[in-house]
T-cell receptor, first 122, second 111 residues
């Protein structure tokens, strides 16, 4: 059983370019979350999916950001027209809903994070 | 607005020197309080969830406790491998799933 995986691990881009990140959650987890973390700060919530439905969006998620989870499995986060202020670590997490049978990554409600994608915008 | 404040910002301990990290929170209604460990350049690693005042959980040298206003992470006889940033987060019982994090405590344990 593997944990949350993210790809790529690092991305360097020029200002104005579009970038896309991918997240594969823990199998059997139907909830998926995106957070952003800058140096010296805790993660900040961006958006949340339950299955394929996007149920919560932070006001931090400007119209340049879009997230999808088309089949309720992996998710993508796209940033259009990147700005230097977008430089950060983008973290994905997943969790189970109540009633999921226990395994080493379950336990209702706990969010398990991936390794993150480090974005640098030049 | 839900808020989490962690103190101290940084803590330096000698190996074996026990101490506590503090997490103060304000939340409309607490669904859960979470502790994570984060190593440099990596994602947060889940440690504990606490749901109600008076609850305690332990894992190796770590023990987390919860009151109605704050949580403590007690580290007993720490080792250098315990060096990391420890993050605290709260989840409100408003139906939203998001975690609200503090800025963390950077712990350095010297041999």
């Amino acid at each position: 059983d593997t944990g949350v995986s993210q790809d790529p691990r690092h991305k360097i881009t020029k200002r104005g370019q579009n970038v896309t990140f991918r997240c594969d959650p823990i199998s059997e987890h139907n909830r998926l979350y995106w957070y952003r973390q800058t140096l010296g700060q805790g993660p900040e919530f961006l958006t949340y999916f339950q299955n394929e439905a996007q149920l919560e969006k932070s006001r931090l998620l400007s119209d340049r950001f879009s997230a999808e989870r088309p089949k309720g499995s992996f998710s993508t986060l796209e940033i259009q027209r990147t700005e230097q202020g977008d430089s950060a670590m983008y973290l994905c997490a997943s969790s189970a809903t109540g009633g999921s049978r226990r395994h080493r990554f379950s336990s209702y409600n706990e969010q398990f994070f991936g390794p993150g994608t480090r974005l640098t915008v030049l | 607005e839900d808020q989490v404040t962690q103190s101290p910002e940084a803590l330096r301990l000698q190996e074996g020197e026990s101490s506590s990290l503090n997490c103060s929170y304000t939340v409309s209604g607490l669904r859960g309080l979470f502790w994570y460990r984060q190593d440099p350049g990596k994602g947060p690693e889940f440690l504990f969830t606490l749901y109600s005042a008076g609850e305690e959980k332990e894992k190796e040298r770590l023990k987390a406790t919860l009151t109605k206003k704050e949580s403590f992470l007690h580290i007993t006889a720490p080792k250098p491998e315990d060096s990391a940033t420890y993050l605290c987060a709260v989840q409100a019982n408003t139906g939203f799933q998001k975690l609200v994090f503090g800025t963390g405590t950077r712990l350095l344990v010297s041999p």
